[in-house]
């Protein structure tokens, strides 16, 4: 079992960075792929991007490459998301999830943190 805890959301203008936390109880952290996914008003729930067990390989949606990095500390059992050059597009509820195969099919899921970005 893995519980997930995201932090870091708030409210910013278009263009200001943000980082989030996703803080992992239990002693496999290190065992788990990690990926970050978000959910605007009224849309699915998309994935942002993702980051393997050993931070070796990432992998980022289209919208947020260039933009966005992933990046873990298993001591600290912590991935991150560094967000930079915000976008009003890229308000929505950000959602931390682990998982042992597939990014895209995730074994746990976090609560969310809410971002906005305002024009």
């Known amino acids: 079992q893995v519980q997930l805890v995201e932090s870091g959301g708030g409210l910013v203008q278009a263009g200001d960075s943000l980082r989030l936390s996703c803080a992992a109880s239990g002693r496999t952290f290190s065992s788990y792929g990690m990926a970050w996914f978000r959910q605007a008003p009224g849309k699915e729930r998309e994935f942002v991007g993702g980051?393997?067990?050993?931070?070796?390989?990432?992998a980022y949606a289209d919208s947020v490459k260039g933009r966005f990095t992933i990046s873990r500390d298993n001591a600290k059992n912590t991935v991150y998301l560094q967000m930079n050059s915000l976008k009003p597009d890229d308000t929505g509820v950000y959602y931390c999830?682990?998982?042992?195969?597939?990014?895209?099919?995730?074994?746990?899921w976090g609560q969310g943190t809410q971002v906005t970005v305002s024009s």
């Open positions: 999830a682990a998982a042992r195969y597939n990014w895209y099919h995730p074994d746990y």
């Open positions: 980051i393997r067990v050993s931070a070796t390989s990432t």
